[in-house]
C-alpha cells in the first residue's frame, strides 16, 4: 500500500501571504506509461465534505481559483496558494490514485494569522 | 450537476451491520466508479472501496472482510454494508464518484455520521 505524509501539520499565514502544503508518498506515483502523477488535492471546510483542487499534480479542477497550484513529481509534491484569503481556511489532503487501496494523507490544517 | 446523497441509521450496535445507500441524481451512473469513504470524528479520510456501474468492486485489504459495495443502477443508488462493526467504525460516512479506476474523487455527497454504540 502506498502511504501518503503531509508537513506541515498546520500553518498560520496572513491574508494574502503564500502557505505552502508538502506531500510525500511512498511509492512514485508516477505513472511512466504516460507520464502521469496521479496526485490530487482536496479542500475540506468544516462540516463539508471534502472537495477536489488538483488532479494529475498540477491541473486545476474548473472554477478552482488560480491562486491554488500543484506542482512536483514522482514522490515530492507541493500545493501552494499564492495569495491566501479568508474562505480558504480549511484542511488540505492530497491523495494517489495510482493504485488500490486509494491513500490520502492526514491532512494540513490552514488558518489565518 | 451531479448529486449524491447518502442515508440510512445513524446508530449502529456493536457487532451489528452498517448499512448505507448513496443515491445519485443528475447523471447517469455507467461509466463510473463509485466509492465509499469515511472520516473518524477529527481525524483523516480512509477510503472504503468502489464498484463500478457494471457491478464489479474492488475493496481495502483491511476491510475487504466485512464489506460489501453492490449497485443498482435502475434506482440510480449504490450501497455499503460493513458487518461485525465496533466503535471504531464511528465516522463520517462519504459516498463519491470518480470517472476511472484510477481517477480522484470529483464529486462527494455530504457525507452521514454513523455511531457504533449499544
Known amino acids: 500500500d502506498i502511504v501518503m505524509t503531509q508537513s506541515p501539520d498546520s500553518l498560520a499565514v496572513s491574508l494574502g501571504e503564500r502557505a505552502t502544503i508538502n506531500c510525500k508518498s511512498s511509492q512514485t506515483v508516477l505513472y511512466s506509461s504516460n507520464n502521469k502523477n496521479y496526485l490530487a488535492w482536496y479542500q475540506q471546510k468544516p462540516g463539508q465534505p471534502p472537495k477536489l483542487l488538483i488532479y494529475w499534480a498540477s491541473t486545476r479542477e474548473s472554477g478552482v481559483p488560480d491562486r491554488f497550484s500543484g506542482s512536483g513529481s514522482g514522490t515530492d509534491f507541493t500545493l501552494t496558494i499564492s495569495s491566501l484569503q479568508a474562505e480558504d481556511v480549511a484542511v488540505y489532503y492530497c491523495?494517489?490514485?495510482?493504485?488500490?487501496?486509494?491513500?490520502f494523507g492526514p491532512g494540513t490544517k490552514v488558518d489565518i494569522k | 450537476q451531479v448529486q449524491l446523497q447518502e442515508s440510512g441509521p445513524g446508530l449502529v450496535k456493536p457487532s451489528e451491520t452498517l448499512s448505507l445507500t448513496c443515491t445519485v441524481s443528475g447523471d447517469s451512473m455507467s461509466n463510473y466508479y463509485w466509492s465509499w469513504i469515511r472520516q473518524p470524528p477529527g481525524k483523516g479520510l480512509e477510503w472504503i472501496g468502489y464498484?463500478?456501474?457494471?457491478?464489479?468492486?474492488t475493496y481495502k485489504p483491511s476491510l475487504k472482510s466485512r464489506v460489501t459495495i453492490s449497485v443498482d443502477t435502475s434506482k440510480n443508488q449504490f450501497s455499503l454494508k460493513l458487518s461485525s462493526v465496533t466503535a471504531a467504525d464511528t465516522a463520517v460516512y462519504y459516498c463519491?464518484?470518480?470517472?476511472?479506476?484510477?481517477?480522484?474523487?470529483?464529486?462527494w455527497g455530504q457525507g452521514t455520521l454513523v455511531t457504533v454504540s449499544s
Open positions: 491523495q494517489q490514485y495510482y493504485s488500490t487501496p486509494h491513500s
Open positions: 464498484i463500478y456501474y457494471s457491478g464489479s468492486s
Open positions: 463519491a464518484r470518480a470517472y476511472g479506476q484510477l481517477a480522484p474523487f470529483d464529486h
